[in-house]
């Protein structure tokens, strides 16, 4: 789901120093799918057979990558990408042609220093230990993929309201989230997560499974 931000009435968040990257981007043409070689390519610039697993099968079977990339090249802007985990998104974006100036933070450590060792020579994108409460000054893409539920109900809202804050006029703010209903896929995600929080690969486990109407 995607919000404008002249659809928005936020109240600015608390800011951090980082410098906001300019406007004056060039024009994107329409984004090519990377092939099964870029993706395997990517996946090696990450260090151990594990890490690279798991950023190869992401990278070929999760349809939000391609996603972004269109939306992001169709309204070339800067991209903050709020929990950006190990960075795959700013790999697809590279590989797609939509060179856009990139901003990944996430509260993980250890996820950021891989992202920043798999694309330690890409001078316009750029990894940052940082928490979803003390949001940078921003104004482009804004991105909060499959982050929400990890975070209170209040949490949820002021990430909500503060994202919607740093979106640019005629760019756009690109969500993620499993919603709280009754359908199979909420059941399945729900099995899902648990196994997700006893692998560890998630710091914090699930808080609150926002509504659509909510979010909305």
């Known amino acids: 789901m995607a919000s404008e931000s002249q659809q928005t009435t936020a109240k600015p968040a608390r800011e951090t120093g980082v410098t906001t990257p300019s406007l004056a ?7 090519t799918r990377p092939d099964a070689a870029q993706l395997r390519s990517i996946s090696r610039r990450y260090t151990g057979r594990w890490l690279q697993g798991y950023a190869h099968g992401k990278l070929r079977s999760d349809p ?7 939306e992001i090249a169709a309204r070339p802007a800067p991209v903050l990408d709020v929990g950006c985990g190990i ?3 700013a790999h697809y974006l590279q590989a797609a042609g939509c060179r856009v100036p990139y901003l990944g933070v996430d509260v993980d450590e250890i996820k950021i220093r891989s992202a ?5 020579n890409v001078a316009q994108a750029r990894f940052e230990t940082g928490s979803c409460e003390t949001l940078v000054r921003w104004q482009g893409h804004v991105l ?3 982050i929400l539920h990890y975070l209170d109900g209040p949490v949820q809202h002021a990430l909500l309201r503060a994202a919607a804050n740093r979106v640019a006029p ?3 703010l690109i969500i993620r989230t499993v919603v709280s ?3 199979w896929r909420f059941a399945a995600t729900r099995i899902e997560e648990m196994f997700i929080h006893r692998s560890r690969w998630i710091r914090n486990g699930t808080r609150d499974y926002p509504r659509l109407d909510a979010l909305r």
């Open 181 to 183: 209903d009754h359908s």
């Open 25 to 31: 981007v060039p024009p994107v043409s329409r984004p």
């Open 144 to 146: 909060l993929l499959d």
């Open 116 to 120: 920043r060792l798999a694309m330690h």
């Open 64 to 70: 939000v990558y391609a996603a972004a990339a269109g």
């Open 170 to 172: 005629g760019a756009a």
């Open 87 to 89: 960075g795959l998104l």
